[in-house]
């Protein structure tokens, strides 16, 4: 089993202790203050430590850092029996693991050691970003090894200098805005203004002032000229996400802007000439859109001079590594933090997980996994429920019968489930599925959901 060391002035406490993980197979030893446990880390290094923090001398927030600093990845378990708010922020500030409030619960205790014990033993297989990787500013770089990926950037090296209108097509979370920045950063004036709008994050009584821009006392609020989106790419490039969703209105005024490469402001009676190139994107079906009568025709050929499909994450599992690295590097520079590895069960849930979010999912789960890691490595307890079911080993990765599901029956479940857990609060769904409300909405629609009946009815 494993050796544990605990530090604690409570003679009495420390026996109890170690009589109890004794039976549990475990080498406990003892220190009654924090020298007498920093010489035993010395001697025979612990595989996780129980640190009492009001002792005589050196308190346990004091011996934390030294304790790290001789075990990094030994776990730390803080117990104490004054329970203020200050000692326990200051204790996973300072990278213990755990904080336990005495008299001791001892299931809680016993969780917090399985828990520790778990993270030690995957460090022995984990997967570390490279030190390149870790130190390199700048934006992120589109990344990718799998065909499908290499196919979507030979797309964009042969498009991007011809400064033909492109469509990008593909799910919610897939990227398909980094697609556009490449095709901007390798056509012919990179040093132009990239301006990015997301038509469904705009109600439709603004947008066509927002795009085309609208004149003072146009309407109620224009209380000054407004220079629209339009105007501020010019020289550059103006990208449309989810651009299924404008009204016929500004649909009939972008058609003109493609064709006729001008314009007029709301309000306005001077027309206004764009050299601005044009990229859009849609994680619907446009030409069933187009069918349905919700777009038009006209506009939807000449949108899709070219279209680049970007596969969803599901599609590039190979990818999943270089994925982690980079979106690694990057939340540690926002966040200020050196979570640099990866444990491989981690990857393991990682590759089984099917994504209906896809790499906007991956990045808020590695978000949250570095916010609470207490260490410097992502293990398996830090991810949701749903990742962990998923990987080897877990119950319930199949349907109930038994028999494979198809992607709709896997994303209608995954969203139910996603509403579910947040009392159908729209906002927080669309977080955490990486989805906008208007593809909220017909997802909703799409597999007949409904929220649970209120009590009484």
């Known amino acids: 089993m494993s050796a544990i060391l605990v530090i604690d002035d409570d003679v009495a ?73 200050d000692s326990t922020i200051e204790a996973m500030k300072g990278g213990a693991d755990d904080y336990i409030h005495k008299p001791i619960d001892i299931d809680e205790l016993d969780a917090a050691v399985a828990r520790g014990l778990m993270r030690l033993e995957s460090c022995a297989g984990d997967m570390s970003i490279g030190a390149r990787e870790a130190a390199r500013p700048g934006p992120d770089p589109m990344v990718g090894q799998s065909r499908a990926m290499k196919e979507v950037f030979k797309t964009i090296g042969l498009v991007a200098p011809t400064l033909v209108t492109v469509l990008i097509t593909g799910e919610s979370g897939t990227g398909k805005e980094l697609v556009a920045r490449a095709m901007h950063h390798a056509g012919p004036n990179p040093k132009g203004p990239f301006v ?13 002032s927002d795009l085309f821009g609208h004149e003072k006392g146009t309407f109620t609020g224009a209380v000054s000229r407004l220079t629209g989106k339009f105007a501020l790419a010019n020289d550059g490039t103006i990208f449309l996400d989810e651009v299924s969703e ?14 006729e490469k001008e314009y007029v402001p709301v309000g306005g009676t001077q027309v206004q000439v764009t050299n601005a190139r044009l990229i859009a994107a849609t994680n619907v079906d446009l030409l069933e859109r187009t069918a349905a009568g919700a777009f038009r025709e006209d506009l939807y050929y000449r949108l899709q001079v070219v279209t680049i499909r970007v596969p969803p994450l599901r599609e590039r599992k190979e990818d999943l590594l270089g994925l982690v690295q980079s979106l690694l590097a990057r939340i540690n520079r926002d966040m200020h933090r050196k979570v640099t590895r990866v444990a491989m069960e981690v990857m393991s849930a990682f590759h089984a997980y099917h994504w209906p979010g896809n790499v906007r999912e991956l990045e808020n789960v590695l978000m949250k996994a570095v916010a609470l890691c207490p260490g410097d490595m992502v293990t398996l307890d830090l991810l949701p429920e749903a990742i962990r079911a998923a990987g080897p080993g877990h119950a319930g990765t199949e ?6 599901e198809s992607l709709g029956q896997i994303e209608a479940r995954h969203v139910a489930r996603v509403l579910d857990a947040t009392g159908w609060h729209r906002g927080q769904a669309c977080e955490i599925l990486g989805v906008s409300r208007p593809r909220l909405r017909r997802l909703i629609k799409q597999y007949a959901l409904a929220p649970p009946p209120e009590p009484g009815e």
């Open 399 to 404: 349907p109930p019968s038994g028999e494979l």
């Open 246 to 259: 404008l009204s016929p209105a500004v649909q009939a005024k972008l058609l003109r802007v493609i064709q």
């Open 196 to 208: 990015a709008v997301n038509c469904a994050a705009i109600v439709d009584t603004l947008l066509e």
């Open 13 to 85: 406490s420390c026996r109890t202790l170690q009589l109890h993980f004794c039976s549990q197979g475990h080498e406990v030893r003892l220190a009654h203050d924090l020298n007498a446990g920093i010489e035993a880390v010395g001697e025979v290094p612990p595989n996780l430590i129980i640190l009492d923090i009001r002792m005589p001398g050196k308190s346990g927030l004091e011996g934390l850092p030294l304790l790290k600093q001789h075990l990094p990845d030994t776990p730390v378990i803080m117990v104490t029996a004054f329970h203020d708010m």
